[in-house]
């Protein structure tokens, strides 16, 4: 295509531009929406860690809420129950992440379509249940609470650059992951599973191996809400959760990484704001997701590469154009 080198400059000029941006955020943003973009932040690598599935792997989960709070309670067990230190409890909570998303795996994989999608919301479900009603260690609907950051993260903008550096090594990580060869697979088998088979693939085993490494960030992007909520609840671990971050994978574009935390920044700028404003804000991200589907049923990222490849079309029938008329020019000339 044409304008793909410019595409790339404008890619990495981009990219170079938002992490000016969000490196000098604090500096000039107040408090409030500094933690604001601490969440979006977090929320940003629930919805990429949901992304490999939706969007690379054509897995429509709902049961991501499952190893966020998975993640989540563990950290904040240790941390509270046994006074362990961040490193270990971030260490149990990414271990008890993985544990629980191996175990749900090797039965939701044997399904597929929307029974994959029900069998997930189902074995998500179960980890609401134990959250609600295994008070002694999760503190039952109350909770719990009292989640103390370490010293060198204890403020908010120290946090917020702690989270934001993470989100960075996040986001480079899946990038390298998605354009490898497993990624590609990936994306093969997303296309068509028969296909791959066909062609030698193990199709489960690509599929659990991602199934893994989404609940292990999943996992993690729990740990780090509890330690900037400092409170982890049963509703964190419900279906609202899950079909947040469903929603930001599809409001931003599946199968795109920018995407994914396009999304999660648009709909928690959007909870935050606009409850400022009115306690209807579910009203408005309703109104907001059905202008997206009806317009770019793929996403805004979707959107913007079809006006550019419009726009692209156009250029060449110009160009097109004009070479054809050159020598009939010439003629008249003559």
Not at 64 to 77: C, D, E, K, L, V
Not at 78 to 87: R, W
Not at 265 to 289: C, G, H, P, Q, S
Request: with cysteine.
């Amino acid at each position: 295509m044409i304008f793909d080198p410019l595409r790339g400059r404008w890619v990495t000029a981009a990219a170079a531009a938002a992490l000016v941006f969000l490196a000098v955020y604090p500096w000039f943003a107040s408090r409030f929406m500094v933690t604001v973009l601490v969440q979006c932040l977090i929320m940003a690598i629930l919805a990429m860690s949901l992304d490999l599935m939706v969007g690379y792997t054509g897995l429509a989960s709902l049961g991501h809420a499952a190893y966020f709070g998975t993640g989540a309670y563990a950290a904040a067990i240790m941390s509270v129950h046994y006074k362990m230190g961040f490193p270990e409890a971030l260490a149990v909570g990414l271990l008890a992440a993985v544990a629980v998303t191996a175990v749900f795996a090797l039965v939701a994989l044997r399904a597929t379509g929307v029974y994959f999608l029900m069998i997930t919301f189902a074995l998500a479900m179960l980890v609401w249940g134990l959250a609600y009603r295994w008070n002694s260690m999760t503190g039952g609907e109350n909770g719990i609470a009292g989640v103390q950051r370490p010293a060198f993260i204890a403020g908010t903008t120290a946090f917020y650059y702690f989270v934001l550096a993470i989100a960075v090594c996040v986001f480079a990580f899946f990038a390298v992951l998605v354009r490898s060869s497993f990624g590609r697979t990936l994306m093969g088998i997303r296309e068509s599973e028969s296909r791959m088979r066909t062609l030698g693939y193990n199709v489960w085993l690509h599929k659990y191996i991602i199934f893994l490494l989404s609940g292990l960030f999943s996992g993690l992007s729990g740990v780090l809400w509890v330690y900037y909520d400092s409170l982890v609840a049963p509703p964190l671990v419900d279906l609202g959760t899950s079909f947040d971050a469903l929603l930001m994978v599809s409001l931003g574009g599946g199968g795109t990484l920018v995407g994914a935390v396009l999304g999660a920044l648009i709909f928690k700028m959007m909870e935050n704001l606009v409850n400022l404003f009115t306690d209807r804000w579910l009203t408005v991200v309703a109104l907001v997701y059905i202008t997206v589907v009806l317009l770019a049923p793929q996403g805004i990222i979707g959107l913007l590469r079809d006006l550019a490849e419009r726009r692209e079309a156009r250029v060449k029938a110009f160009g097109a154009a004009g070479r054809a008329d050159a020598p009939a020019r010439k003629e008249g000339s003559r």
